[in-house]
């Protein structure tokens, strides 16, 4: 079986990471999974929400959104309908939570850090590009806290990366595009560090339940590409990923 | 080691499953899992959402509230935020996803069964909580339709049930209670058929991220936790659990 | 002629006052009133609002709320239309305002005391049923505040209660029930202290406006629904009834 | 003792009525009591709310506002805070059912009548004047509806207006001015017919309950103040007055 | 050719404008541009916007509104849609910034001057009513802080009113009415000062593009125009006039 | 002078205009003035506003907004705020009407054409620039619906396109970057025809009021620019431009 674009059952999509996307963000980066294209900027705040206000700990939170045209039918902004949907505030409560599990947030100080993540074009896995890409602009946040004397290295504990598998027909397939992710029986997003280790594990079985077995297969090729994805990561962040790499020293 | 309350690592809290809480509903149910209180009702409304319109399928949907004393801290009411939160949101279309999961809405015509979950009383495991006492109210209201000639047996596929499992320090523990949810490393919710298989797997590792081996262990506790609930909920069903078992012939 | 419950015209409805309902609020009483059953909780605050600030003085506060299926049909959710409606406004300002008269504001220091009234079902009352569950509430908060010190005496000048009366066919009763209230052509909310004297007096004749004769029927059955409940408030208070009875002395 | 403005206790301000006060709407009267000045408009609209749809029957409905320069204090805008207030909806509601007690709604046809008042100047008693005023825009807009013949004759049952009343001191008081209201111990509005009837009556002690003598005496000055009213009405109506007079033949 | 009410092409409707319309506010003025009437008051309050906080510079600004009666069809209130409609938003700001340009926000201290402009009749024309009517109303509020010696001398710069021109037919016209507004082909509003320079130019050709040469014909009749309605704003000054007339010595 | 980017008064930034930028929407145009980049996509929907129903005839509406991170300063997300800001809606009641007034809205049937401007990075003159890049989407969009044969010819009556002028110091300049909008004296934006005439007008001078003479020499500047934009418009067009140009035949 060949998969509606041609993919292996274990191929994640072509991957281009595009950094200083845009001039006034301190981290800016356009990533494109195949069809997908999301901008991830990281935006430096100096101040923190209230429940931490003289803690000395910073913050991380991030905004998801997907432009009106970035889906086959136009979707409805969410400021003309005054409301933040459940799906997007879903999405980025996700984002946020994962951001947050690599940074050590004491290192950081009473800072805001802003990662919005904003879909120019949707064609399945818009969330977990959003957490690879948003990733990578906040390290170049971090850098240019560091290039400005802030903080002397970078409070990352690992990398971190994310990716959808799912089963499609009773096929478990690596990086669904949004033709398939729309007949998907399970739907499944694993977020990872660059250690092997699982920070979100999000499976669904709205069409159908799944079992065990299926969920170690679902699993293992979650693994496999956030494995690539840490590795496209690193060459995109070039002389910084040697930087990040001495952190644990 | 012995927990807060005294339990083994993989034991559940004492549940009690009250039908016919309230008395306009068509299903009405107080569940208690330990000091958690959950009232979920099953409103049946003979109308659909707008895109399912002349399609002659139903629609399951769910809202999930908690009362502002329900908590420790007096919890603001959202209706006077005016906004409902990003929690509140994400809960309730987990419940709603997971029984939509085991009804046939082609069979139940064009109606919307409403499930209603108000927490009384929060101790942990409130979404859990919510999904395992909403399939019991569910029944219920299948069963007025049954009664009033609409449906002729319970267009049911599975029993579902969910329980939170943990890490706790380094110790994978099942159904925390909200002492040992605070503090826990690692938190999942795992939504289950009777048959055995997953429907939901949501596991989060904001403080720390988990092994495999630690997912494994998570998800037997998990197993093993919600095979005692369907048994409960067999037992609180009563003569309806015989009619539901006859669901496949 | 008999009502439809069989109730005698200047009757009641049975009435079970149930304290330490829930766990974590300071007061927590579950009011029933016939089949009306409604939680009223009332939990200390240390802020007041900004108007009070820095005044040394206190607050009391309701708000007011039904359950989506506390009715026979279910009552759309409040956060789900994001706004509270006018009905419910008029209600949390009329308990508010009725707890307010009976407390010294000035003794309770600068803190908040929310009273929040969640009714499980309605059947008709279910305001002035708040407002005399409300109050035992509101005592055992302040004997809470007394256990740790805070207040020396109950600063309580009056008991509170309230019941509803209204003409039906040509005929005033006492406590309507839901039934009759739909078909009253006048209704009115009487509170009312123990001393005898009124607080609120709410009457409306849509249907049809009333004389000053059935106004005083209407106010004398008031009288004696309130006479009755403010008693079983103090069965319900037991030994506290003692000590608020000391108020004056 | 004589009143802040040298009015007897039993004397109202003095009153005016002007009609066709703009041009647009089918009914539009500026009345002013003292220095309250609030225009109320009737605006007659070719649909019902949902609810009346194919009812044959007819909705009138009230909203209420202060322009922002109306009190002593500059209000903000509800427009800008995005909702309407407690106090506004109470008292919308209030103004509506008064006038709706007094109209037969299935005379007018599937009709909607908006009545609007829009204090101008704030000075005490603006929602009694809101409702003594409303019944004159009320009556301009059924004499349009007559004089284009959709009606035949006024579907009017009985004049309405409203007066508050209060104890200032130890001192029941006829028609509070603000300065009167904001000290006022007990606080009434008495909404009333031209048959001496009741449709409203509104007491509130929040400063100190009364007692029935004090509420005997509160009842007769509104009495007293509506008769004067009624009178002022009948004059502002001029010849339409003897055609309403007719009605009951 | 005619306008629709006789006027020539470059006349102005009769203007009233009246001070001291409510009592409350620190200045307070109903303006009558033929049928358009509009209340503008001036509140000053003893605060300003965080963004001014410790400037030791004040700020003036606006808020506009339609009584729902003001117009033909009945505007459905802003209050009730909760929230404020695109054209409101464009016009209040237009207001502020025309009041801005001429007042030195220095001179006021951290105080923001509000401007009200409700509407109580609308026959085209309310916005530029409403600048010219607020300048008058400013002044008062003005004289207000100078009277109890908060300044010196009017913090006045020039004079500023507002006139709308268009294109019916063929035609460039002066102070359109409601009726010409509606069929006009080019709109535009010109808000200048006494000393004939323009604050702002906003023309608009929605039905058809305009020349250059039918460009400068409407800056001629809105020059011819706002010479008249200073005149008459100097007029219904009086004696400040001349104060105002001493600002640049 | 030359001025802070080295350009001369009356010259423009380099202009680039991408079609087909994203794939979904039926029109999709990057357009970038200097730094300045917008994404204007047009998206055809089969039906239209309430208003509009049942006349056969079709509506053309903008929608504006700024990424978060598109600003120096980071912008709250409007869907955050829950509200859509006055200048956004002023803005795209101006790209909307902008583009209606050159499009024959009866000739596209019951459809809407939805414009959508998301500024990807800002640096002044979004709001031009969104008007000459929606221009060539909606060509785009309606050259769709020619190849679909739902239109037979293009519906365009004239060319649209837009740039903003400005006084910085004394110097009237042509397209202004954000550094010299943020200290002009006048700021206006011109929006025209290809035939050279005036769609809209809008001039503000917030700091100072400018002569006629100033005004006649910034309606140059923007002819100057408007000139040089319709045939970078007609360049990206490419061969529909042809098509477009023989409408009148």
């Given at each position: 079986m060949t998969r509606v674009d041609?993919?292996?059952f274990d191929e994640i999509r072509p991957v281009t990471i595009t950094r200083n996307y845009t001039k006034y963000a301190h981290g800016s980066?356009?990533?494109e999974m195949g069809e997908t294209k999301v901008i991830?900027?990281?935006t430096i705040e100096d101040k923190v929400p209230p429940f931490l206000k003289n803690t000395g700990k910073g913050w991380v939170t991030a905004e998801y959104s997907m432009l009106p045209a970035s889906t086959q039918i136009r979707k409805i902004r969410e400021s003309s309908r005054g409301k933040v949907e459940g799906r997007t505030q879903e999405i980025q409560r996700l984002i946020g939570r994962a951001l947050r599990s690599v940074i050590d947030l004491d290192a950081i100080g009473?800072?805001?850090i802003w990662l919005d993540c904003d879909v120019i074009q949707a064609d399945g896995g818009t969330r977990t590009a959003s957490i690879t890409g948003s990733f990578i602009a906040l390290i170049d946040a971090l850098n240019h806290l560091k290039s400005i004397g802030q903080i002397k290295k970078f409070p990352i504990k690992?990398?971190?990366s994310a990716i959808s598998v799912g089963?499609?027909?009773e096929k478990p397939l690596l990086d669904l595009c949004y033709k398939e992710d729309s007949t998907a029986k399970v739907d499944m997003n694993i977020v990872m560090t660059d250690q092997g280790e699982f920070v979100e594990v999000q499976g669904t079985g709205e069409e159908a339940p799944f079992s065990r077995k299926d969920l170690l297969e679902l699993l293992r090729l979650g693994e496999l590409g956030n494995q690539q994805l840490v590795k496209l990561q690193k060459e995109a962040l070039g002389e910084l990923a040697a930087e990040i790499g001495r952190r644990e020293e």
């Open positions: 041609g993919r292996n980066v356009l990533i991830c900027t990281a009473e800072r805001t690992n990398y971190i089963v499609v027909g």
